[in-house]
């Protein structure tokens, strides 16, 4: 069963850092562009920062910067290291794989799997 489950959210003070991690089981992550995106009450999903099947990122002017993201392939694990967190940060983070090899295409509907998403607060 292909599967893909996100961790590390939670509650950090603004100018804090978390690192999530999605882990992916039943396929090999190699095969597929990862894409982090999330969504905040009342707002529409969006992408936040892409790691292409080759290693080339792409992040959104949100976040370029402050979030970094990096695959560790041999353990099947996405990760996104956020820093300088601000409230406006505030929503639940999902992360999801595409078959496409780059990083271009943005919408959340060329996304075949989903992880359950993983809250992040950020509030003092």
């Known amino acids: 069963q292909l599967q893909l489950v996100e961790s590390g959210g939670g509650l950090v003070q603004p100018g804090g850092s978390l690192r999530l991690s999605c882990a992916a089981s039943?396929?090999?992550?190699?095969?597929?562009?990862i894409g982090w995106f999330r969504q905040a009450p009342g707002k529409e999903r969006e992408r936040i920062s892409c790691?292409?099947?080759?290693?080339?990122?792409n992040s959104a002017d949100s976040v370029k910067g402050r979030f970094t993201i990096s695959r560790d392939n041999a353990k099947s694990t996405v990760y996104l290291q956020m820093n300088s967190l601000k409230p406006e940060d505030t929503a639940v983070y999902y992360c999801?794989?595409?078959?496409?090899?780059?990083?271009?295409?943005?919408?959340?509907?060329?996304?075949?799997?989903w992880g359950q998403g993983t809250q992040v607060t950020v509030s003092s």
């Open positions: 999801a794989a595409t078959v496409f090899s780059v990083c271009v295409l943005k919408s959340p509907g060329l996304y075949n799997y």
């Open positions: 039943g396929f090999t992550l190699d095969d597929y562009t």
């Open positions: 790691i292409s099947r080759g290693g080339t990122t």
